[in-house]
């Protein structure tokens, strides 16, 4: 292993904001705010292009890294419900500062700082914990129906999913 960072390990990097090698991207002063809060436009496009895609019901907006959204997908994939996840911290999402756009989106939308953010339908379902606990309570597949989505497997105890520090705590 080299002593410098190569070019790919320097964008692994500066793709996530805590990390950085770098000082962080400029903020963009002309980045247009939308009416609804404090929120680049762009970031509030982003958000409802994805959560209104009617090819993807369920959106999860994610961490690549986060224990969290790794319990969502595993969940998901056990039930067997297609899902399109929005990695936030990616290369393609760090460039130019979009996915601090999305994530500033998400926080006026669900009024939530946390990632994971789920929506199915148009509609925010929540966080990790939240999903997990809707399947538990049977809500859950009546938004999946809701929302024309299948779930094709079984998941006898969803709150199973999360990091076992958490999972073991009372509810």
Not at 118 to 125: A, R
Request: glycine share 10%.
């Amino acid at each position: 292993i080299g002593q410098e960072m190569d070019e790919g390990e320097l964008a692994i990097s500066n793709s996530t904001p805590l990390c950085r090698f770098t000082p962080p991207a400029p903020a963009l002063a002309d980045a247009p705010v939308s009416p609804a809060g404090n929120a680049p436009a762009r970031g509030v496009s982003y958000v409802d292009n994805a959560i209104h895609d009617a090819s993807a019901p369920v959106v999860m907006f994610a961490l690549e890294w986060c224990e969290f959204s790794w319990s969502v997908r595993r969940f998901l994939q056990a039930r067997g419900v297609p899902y399109r996840s929005v990695d936030l911290d990616s290369v393609g999402l760090q460039k130019d500062g979009l996915a601090g756009d999305i994530r500033s989106a998400l926080r006026v939308r669900t009024g939530q700082p946390t990632i994971p953010q789920i929506f199915i339908g148009g509609s925010h379902v929540g966080g990790a914990v939240d999903v997990l606990s809707q399947h538990d309570s049977g809500e859950l597949d009546r938004l999946l129906q809701h929302a024309g989505v299948a779930a094709t497997g079984k998941v006898t105890d969803a709150r199973s999913y999360l990091p076992k520090w958490i999972a073991s705590r009372p509810q």
